[in-house]
């Protein structure tokens, strides 16, 4: 073959050698002006070649070599008996690329959908309750920090009344002990949150959606009720701290897709203010709510007449910003409002025949 122009580097300092290459009886021949050398073609590494880039000869003393593109260089490859690799083969016929893609999308979705949640459920089960209280304490921590909580402006009586409905709903030997808060939360609307410690937070807005006449009757109360057994449901089952498993794997995921690694760091309050607890989780705690309003001869009737206000109030933001609606009310971060209701009104009616049974 005719030699090729090509740059030599002797690996032991950053000076190059304009040399030429030639390619004879299975021996790769270095000629440069102030030496040559030769090395057996079984002993040259040869980087992919790309098209229209250099390519690069590694040689076993720690020298190299790189060949401009070109004739010369597609001739060299020649004579070094390249083959492309079968990615690169792949790489160079479309239906392989589309499939290719197909695959990555659908290996993504999988893991997106399945494995993240199953692996977040076994890192939830095997959290110690210490875990909990520490996540609740920052949470809470953090939400008035970021102003989400403000004191209440309700009277102390109205707040005394409220809280006086949770010893009811506590359940013997529960999983964490219950306390509750009554909090303004402007930026939250109507809301109430269960923190992984325990800790259920009840916005002013959501009591005075309970009011009639500002006045908090006993089926405002039961209403409300309803509402806290929902959250004690959460805190039993360990919704909350479940939900902050799966949101950690989904953003250090995407960290490690994307490189941007500030959705890792985003902290509590984003997570507990946009958090949307699964299907799943809401029907388990409606169900557990549900429960307790039939312990203490509740119907829940006054589950959905709540649900339903939160609806009528969620409508009525409609012409809000697109972002103060999904910041704001309880329907934001209990989603599937109108499945739980149509669950609950087949309650309501199995409730119904019952009575009538039993007359």
């Not at 909580?149 to 506590?170: G, K």
């Not at 388990?284 to 709540?306: K, T």
């Amino acid at each position: 073959m005719n030699l090729i122009d090509a740059l030599f580097f002797d690996g032991r300092s950053a000076h190059l050698h304009p040399a030429q290459l030639s390619v004879n009886a299975g021996t790769l021949t270095v000629s440069a002006p102030a030496f040559q050398r030769s090395y057996p073609l079984a002993a040259v590494a040869l980087s992919e070649p790309f098209a229209a880039a250099p390519v690069m000869l590694r040689f076993g003393d720690g020298a190299s070599c790189e060949v401009p593109a070109g004739n010369a260089r597609d001739a060299l490859l020649a004579a070094l008996g390249y083959r492309k690799s079968a990615v690169m083969r792949w790489q160079a016929r479309w239906p392989a690329v589309l499939l290719a893609l197909v695959l990555l999308v659908a290996l993504l979705a999988l893991a997106w959908f399945r494995g993240i949640p199953a692996v977040a459920e076994r890192i939830a089960a095997r959290l110690p309750p210490s875990v909990d209280t520490s996540l609740g304490k920052a949470a809470l921590a953090s939400l008035e920090k970021q102003g989400l909580l403000l004191p209440s402006r309700l009277s102390d009586e109205r707040i005394a009344e409220v809280e006086a409905l949770l010893p009811a709903l506590t359940p013997e030997n529960g999983r964490m002990p219950l306390r509750l808060l009554v909090r303004a939360a402007p930026r939250l609307g109507a809301n109430a949150l269960a923190l992984p410690d325990g800790t259920i937070i009840v916005t002013d807005g959501l009591v005075r959606l309970a009011q009639d006449n500002n006045a908090l009757t006993e089926d405002g109360k039961a209403e409300l009720a309803a509402v806290l057994a929902h959250e004690v449901g959460h805190v039993e089952h360990r919704h909350a701290t479940r939900v902050m498993a799966r949101s950690s794997l989904t953003a250090a995921l995407s960290a490690s897709l994307f490189g941007d690694f500030s959705a890792v760091a985003a902290g509590l309050p984003a997570v507990l203010s946009q958090m949307e607890y699964t299907r799943a989780m809401e029907l388990d705690a409606d169900s557990y709510a549900i429960e307790v309003l039939h312990h203490h001869r509740l119907s829940a009737q006054h589950f959905v007449d709540m649900l339903a206000k939160l609806e009528k109030q969620s409508g009525e933001a409609a012409n809000m910003p697109r972002w103060m609606k999904n910041a704001m009310g309880y329907l934001s971060t209990h989603p599937e409002t109108a499945e739980r209701s149509a669950r609950l009104q087949q309650v309501i009616e199995q409730e119904s025949e019952a009575k009538d049974d039993a007359q």
